[in-house]
């Protein structure tokens, strides 16, 4: 069984429920961990519209601490989605150090202002060579965010497959690159159900992938990328055979930045 969901959205960012509502929806679930992880977002041009507003970070931090100390049954678990920007590193580091969150989850959703899955029509309107080129590219920037030491887990691995538009180049290497990145830098990687739910229809990352993953040690969390109540566990039970499939038989927890494993 999966104890815990970690990546997941309310109404401070994309999400369409409030934190009182998604932990709720945790409960009847029957979820013994639930973690809020609003998107977060310091990007070197203009602001980030479905992200955390900067300054609404304290009071973010505030109410998911309040739900933490409310809830006796269920351990909530205080998060953001932090996006990686080569540019902003270091106010991003400088942003978050103050809080105790348990954990982080790092992701790319832009490759410079090219928008990696907001909508298809940016990958309809360029050329096989320029996505052959974002790939690249989002593989470069997922490694680096890896190497960053700002994350305890890497987001939807292979994202940019989210609207059925591949390389035509083999850009196994580089993907191979990251999973030793996250490896060395010791932090953890999810199997992201919300990929069952997109025209692609499956999870990221794809069995190969998360293959591995698993032969480089790398640590695991099934999180279902919930950005309303009725999505908190979705595909949970198709996660575990592919989880199981690629070889694991354990998930990682989170508290305060530290991990501990358990059997599901």
């Not at 159900?193 to 293959?211: F, K």
Request: net charge negative.
């Amino acid at each position: 069984m999966i104890h815990t969901s970690y990546h997941n959205h309310t109404k401070w960012s994309d999400g369409s429920a409030t934190v009182t509502d998604m932990i709720e929806a945790a409960r009847s679930a029957g979820l013994q961990e639930f973690g809020i992880s609003d998107h977060f977002a310091l990007g070197p041009g203009t602001p980030v519209s479905w992200a955390l507003a900067p300054d609404s970070l304290r009071s973010y931090v505030e109410e998911v601490e309040a739900a933490q100390k409310a809830s006796t049954d269920i351990k909530v678990r205080l998060s953001l989605e932090v996006d990686y920007f080569p540019e902003t590193i270091d106010l991003i580091r400088k942003s978050l150090a103050p809080f105790p969150f348990d954990y982080l989850i790092g992701s790319v959703h832009f490759i410079d202002a090219f928008p990696v899955d907001f909508s298809v029509q940016p990958w309809q309107e360029v050329t096989q060579e320029m996505r052959n080129a974002l790939w690249s590219s989002y593989w470069e920037l997922l490694r680096e965010a890896a190497q960053s030491g700002i994350y305890d887990i890497i987001g939807h691995f292979d994202l940019p497959k989210k609207f059925k538009f591949y390389p035509t180049v083999d850009l196994t290497a580089e993907a191979l690159s990251v999973l030793d990145a996250i490896a060395n830098a010791n932090i953890a990687i999810e199997i992201n159900t919300s990929g069952w739910d997109r025209p692609v229809g499956e999870a990221y990352p794809c069995l190969s992938y998360l293959q591995e993953a698993y032969r480089r040690g790398i640590p695991l969390v099934i999180n279902s990328d919930a950005h309303s109540t009725g999505e908190v566990t979705r595909h949970f039970e198709r996660a575990q055979e592919l989880a199981r499939e690629a070889g694991y038989k354990e998930l990682v927890r989170f508290e305060r930045r530290r991990r501990s494993f358990y059997r599901f």
